[in-house]
């Protein structure tokens, strides 16, 4: 069944667009000097971190190493371990907290 996985690869290609969006706001806001939010740079890096920890949660068991690693360099997140080891995804099982399958 390949729907789980094409759910997982949707999911994860959503995360990475979002996490580079919010990362690049934060870097155009603290580069800005008449930023009317002086913490705006922290606050959108603050996100991006927040869309990688739910992307984490809802995919555990699921994400590949690959996948995360790279998510977690993107929003900063490299020190973080994961729950339980990333493997490859099973098509057709329901693994983690989130049922692909269902």
């Given at each position: 069944?390949?729907?789980?996985?094409?759910?997982?690869r949707?999911?994860?290609d959503?995360?990475?667009?979002?996490i580079?969006?919010l990362?690049?706001?934060a870097g155009?806001a603290?580069?800005?000097?008449?930023a009317?939010?002086?913490e705006?740079?922290?606050?959108?890096r603050a996100c991006a971190?927040t869309?990688?920890l739910?992307?984490n949660?809802?995919?555990?068991g699921?994400?590949?190493r690959q996948?995360?690693?790279?998510l977690?360099?993107?929003?900063?997140?490299?020190?973080?371990?994961p729950a339980?080891?990333?493997q490859?995804?099973?098509t057709g099982?329901?693994?983690?907290r989130?049922r692909?399958?269902?």
């Amino acid at each position: 069944m390949a729907q789980p996985l094409c759910f997982y690869r949707d999911l994860t290609d959503i995360a990475e667009k979002r996490i580079s969006e919010l990362i690049l706001q934060a870097g155009t806001a603290e580069r800005r000097d008449d930023a009317l939010f002086p913490e705006a740079g922290g606050y959108y890096r603050a996100c991006a971190l927040t869309v990688f920890l739910a992307w984490n949660d809802v995919t555990e068991g699921w994400q590949t190493r690959q996948d995360r690693d790279r998510l977690a360099a993107l929003a900063g997140a490299e020190g973080l371990s994961p729950a339980r080891p990333a493997q490859a995804p099973s098509t057709g099982m329901s693994r983690g907290r989130a049922r692909l399958d269902a």
